[in-house]
């Protein structure tokens, strides 16, 4: 993911300073299930599970609210998505 990507994304003035929903996938917690990774909401915060586990929290997020961009939630990771013009970042 290039610095250069970073100007294809048409929402950073989505990105807002969040306090996390938890130090898990908020959903699976409350399932009782698992998770692969985590992604953090830049919008407002929730913490859900990566498309690499099997209940796509995260992604299930973005689609009933709208908010474009998501942080990895893992440690040593340092990048960003957004789902609507489909671009990575750091």
Request: proline fraction near 3%; charged fraction near 20%.
């Given at each position: 993911?290039?610095?250069?990507?970073?100007?294809?994304?048409?929402?950073?003035?989505?990105i807002?300073?969040?306090?996390?929903s938890?130090?898990?996938?908020?959903?699976c917690l409350q399932?009782?299930?698992?998770?692969?990774?985590l992604r953090l909401?830049?919008t407002c915060?929730h913490?859900?599970?990566?498309?690499?586990s099997?209940?796509?929290?995260?992604?299930?997020?973005?689609?009933?609210t709208?908010?474009?961009?998501?942080?990895?939630?893992?440690?040593g990771?340092d990048?960003?998505?957004c789902?609507?013009?489909?671009?990575?970042?750091?």
């Amino acid at each position: 993911m290039s610095e250069n990507s970073e100007t294809k994304c048409t929402h950073l003035n989505q990105i807002h300073e969040v306090v996390p929903s938890g130090e898990g996938c908020l959903e699976c917690l409350q399932m009782g299930d698992t998770w692969v990774h985590l992604r953090l909401c830049l919008t407002c915060g929730h913490v859900g599970c990566c498309d690499n586990s099997k209940n796509k929290h995260a992604t299930k997020h973005f689609q009933s609210t709208d908010h474009p961009i998501i942080k990895s939630f893992e440690p040593g990771e340092d990048w960003m998505w957004c789902y609507v013009d489909k671009v990575g970042f750091k």
